[in-house]
């Protein structure tokens, strides 16, 4: 991998820039736990070394668990997976409950009370 963003890095990179609202889900693939951050896109920043470690290992993790638990190949997970990461940088304003079930879409933050 190199530290040129590929195409749809740059494709991406674009999109949360120009939107007025940009949002990031991210879930454990063990867990299936996920939440979805909402907020105003500040800024995109290069990778640092630490970014580029903590998402190879991410993609190993999930390959790992992905093999074992769908008995798929690892060749087939790994052309699933980003060419890359870059450092999307935000202003979170909400964050929701995205995993499977019925509190789907709760709002975890901030918490709105009733008026």
Do not use: H, Y
């Not at 530290?3 to 890095?9: C, D, L, V």
């Not at 907020?39 to 640092?48: N, S």
């Not at 999930?62 to 997970?77: K, T």
Request: net charge negative; hydrophobic share 40%; with cysteine.
């Amino acid at each position: 991998m190199t530290n040129e963003p590929a195409p749809r890095i740059e494709a991406a990179t674009k999109e949360f820039l120009e939107s007025p609202c940009s949002l990031i889900v991210g879930t454990d693939f063990v867990t299936l736990d996920s939440v979805q951050v909402k907020g105003r896109a500040e800024g995109v920043e290069a990778r640092t070394a630490a970014d580029q470690v903590r998402f190879d290992e991410n993609c190993a993790r999930c390959v790992g668990i992905l093999v074992e638990a769908d008995r798929a190949s690892e060749d087939a997970v790994w052309r699933f997976l980003p060419p890359g990461v870059v450092a999307c940088v935000m202003t979170v304003e909400e964050v929701f409950d995205q995993t499977p079930g019925p509190a789907a879409g709760t709002q975890l933050a901030p918490v709105r009370t009733a008026p």
